[in-house]
């Protein structure tokens, strides 16, 4: 063979070798990554037992502190996965818990106790970079307000579903959480939000959203547990291509709008 | 983050970085086990095992080259050992004896380009093991000659004479037992 017919040859080759039928490349990364830590299910087993003791135990105290009327849930409003219950309106008792888990919902609290500690014991904290890897969909951050750059913290946590969470601190005080962004794909636990102070429908880019105003609890939740935490600041709530967006922001609603609608993904 | 800083944080232990990377090739892995042994499940488990070791010998491997190269390597390798084992050659055997391809898929479901492909592979799978190797790194996962010899461990010169013997042997294979490959389908004459 000539080197002009080799040429044309291995033009050929890898013209027909494009065609080859390849089976679907399985998970090898997730199996993989199970396999360098052998120890993590059982740690996941003991870590879901210590959570639902932990639950009934809160479940126990907020029934205790419900009057019966608050019982009365008159309707619910669904977005996503978030479903936003309302009731009759009585004297808000909520539950005052510290979470043992190191998967707490990060949530924006105009609370006096630092939010930092929550975030130093919050698992699966990532890069920016390493959480688009892991995650299956785009993960899309403001650029509203223009100042406002990239998070601080990143955390991708499994919740039946690889949900993530962005965090920006307050420049003035490190110590408080500015505002929080949750990307919840479907299949993920479901969030339900227990009579809000206020519910405001608005839109975010033509798609409709519910603006809630705290204080109120919120329940986390999947088939095998649920979880609640106080939740005193506002949120933003909207889907958009199935993911569930939550903006968590001490903003007005018209300024969480705008940041709801400049939304980008991260290279951008 | 590049690959160089995955490999650097990898290689200090940090299993987080080597998700991304693991993502970023497990499909070339896979692609390359699946060729050389024409089973899906011998595949995974190869492909598996590759991220594993590479995982327990990134200590020696320079963060400053890349790394798919050297995953291909460890790929090639486990499943050369695994096709040398006993059960496959049986198997192997067995599948030579009943004269069926060594894949399942119906071949005349197959639209003209899958089949000329189907063809091509079959026919490479009649030459010897370093030839097939150096054909599936080149053609098949389209890797450039520098790549192709850092996975194979050789000189990129060595890379070319070996091509030139293996696709000397290739066409001469085509032509004599796959004259509907040598004619080629919608007019790609091999």
Do not use: C
């Not at chain 1, 089976?23 to 990554?33: D, K, L």
């Amino acid at each position: 063979m000539t080197e002009l017919q080799q040429e044309l040859f291995e033009k050929q080759l890898v013209s027909i070798a494009k065609g080859m039928e390849y089976p679907r490349t399985p998970n090898i990364a997730g199996t993989v990554m199970k396999r360098l830590h052998p120890s993590a299910p059982l740690r996941f087993v003991s870590r879901r037992f210590a959570w639902s003791l932990t639950v009934i135990l809160i479940l126990f105290t907020s029934l205790m502190l419900i009057p019966p009327a608050r019982a009365a849930i008159l309707e619910f409003i669904q977005i996503g996965i978030v479903r936003i219950f309302r009731a009759e309106p009585t004297p808000v008792a909520p539950p005052q818990q510290e979470f043992p888990s190191t998967m707490i919902p990060v949530t924006a609290t105009p609370s006096s106790a630092p939010l930092i500690p929550i975030l130093e014991r919050l698992a699966g904290e990532r890069s920016l970079e390493i959480a688009q890897h892991l995650v299956d969909y785009t993960i899309l951050i403001p650029s509203y307000p223009p100042d406002l750059g990239p998070p601080d913290r990143v955390f991708v946590q499994d919740a039946d579903g690889n949900m993530t969470i962005l965090i920006w601190v307050d420049p003035e005080d490190p110590s408080q959480v500015l505002m929080s962004l949750h990307l919840i794909p479907p299949g993920s636990w479901a969030v339900d939000k227990m009579e809000p102070a206020r519910i405001q429908e608005t839109t975010v880019n033509s798609r409709r959203a519910i603006w809630a105003v705290g204080p109120y609890p919120v329940r986390f939740s999947n088939g095998n547990m649920d979880f609640v935490r106080l939740i005193d600041g506002h949120v933003l709530i909207w889907t958009d291509d199935e993911i569930t967006f939550r903006l968590e922001t001490e903003l007005t609603m018209e300024e969480a709008v705008r940041v709801a609608e400049s939304l980008e993904p991260i290279n951008q | 983050m590049d690959e160089s800083t995955l490999v650097r944080h990898a290689m200090n232990g940090d299993a987080a970085a080597w998700e991304p990377l693991v993502l970023a090739h497990q499909e070339a892995v896979f692609r390359l086990s699946y060729l050389l042994l024409g089973d899906p499940d011998d595949a995974e488990d190869i492909a598996q095992e590759t991220f594993l070791r590479a995982w327990n010998y990134l200590k020696r491997f320079d963060p400053a080259r890349p790394l798919r190269p050297w995953l291909l390597s460890i790929a090639s390798n486990l499943a050369s050992n695994r096709r040398r084992s006993a059960g496959r050659y049986l198997a192997a055997l067995t599948r030579a004896f009943r004269n069926e391809p060594i894949t399942s898929v119906n071949v005349e479901q197959k639209s003209a380009q899958h089949m000329e492909a189907s063809d091509l592979w079959k026919a490479v799978q009649t030459l010897s093991l370093p030839d097939q190797q150096i054909i599936y790194l080149r053609y098949f996962l389209e890797l450039s000659v520098t790549e192709t010899a850092q996975s194979l461990g050789v000189a990129e010169g060595t890379v070319k004479s070996r091509l030139s013997r293996a696709l000397n042997r290739l066409r001469g294979i085509i032509q004599q037992d796959f004259p509907v490959l040598a004619e080629g389908h919608e007019g790609r004459k091999v």
